[in-house]
């Protein structure tokens, strides 16, 4: 589903990523875990088509990433990746609703369909009663589970996520992190988890390390 091979990234003549080689099979969840400035953030970005690699390959479904346009990375993050992050990035003036429906619309589903999608998704991830409630109305729990809502509504072949659990407080951290692992079994969701936190990996079947742009597995940890 995923392999990323031999990718590099220089900012200002400063390597972020050296190297970077691995893979991942549909459904697999695997934790990304790394001191800060280790190139986790760029990793992902580059997964995403946000950034792109100087040197290496991507090939997400069956697509080499860096030999499409920007236009077709757009349509690909669009329509087969979600993202999730810290700070949820929800948009200020949407409601939980429309944030959710919009990733529809940006895929061309009609109105009744966004409306009706976008019910149901908030409805799994159990904040519907907050449907016409904007970001800032809303506690940090709700707003991630809004957010992973938006991320799933297109079905996805791959989430990525950063740091999901980072801003909130280890109840609703706790929760957030089931319902990734209970949504990405239910609908045979990629996952890549990056995390602080040894806890927070238990969702993953593997753990990848990341120390100044150079990744190794920990195979003692796998658990695949
Ligand atoms: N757009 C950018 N321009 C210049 N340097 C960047 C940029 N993005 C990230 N970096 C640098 O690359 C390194 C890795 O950053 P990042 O991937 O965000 O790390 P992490 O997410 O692991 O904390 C850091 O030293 C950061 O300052
Ligand atoms: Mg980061």
Known sequence: MLSVGAVSKAYQNRRVLNEVSFAMNSGERVALMGPSGSGKSTLLNCLSGLDTPDEGTIIFDGEELTRLSPDERTLLR????????????????????????????????????????????????????????????????????VA?????????????????????????????????????????????????????????????????GILSEDALESRA
């Open 78 to 145: 669009r329509g087969r990746l979600g993202s999730i992050f810290q700070f949820f990035h929800l948009l200020p003036t949407l409601t939980a609703l429309e944030n959710v429906a919009l990733s529809l619309q940006l895929n061309n589903y009609s109105a009744s369909e966004q409306a009706q999608l976008a019910m149901d998704m908030l409805e799994e991830v159990d904040v519907a009663h907050r449907a016409k409630a904007f970001p800032r109305e809303m506690s940090g729990g709700e707003m991630q589970r």
């Open 148 to 212: 992973i809502a938006r991320a799933l509504v297109i079905k996805p072949k791959l989430l990525l996520a950063d740091e999901p659990t980072g801003n909130l407080d280890t109840k609703n951290g706790e929760r957030v992190l089931n319902l990734i692992e209970a949504l990405s079994e239910a609908h045979q969701v990629g996952l890549i988890l990056v995390t602080h936190q040894e806890e927070t990996t238990r969702i993953c079947h593997r753990t990848l390390h990341i120390h100044d």
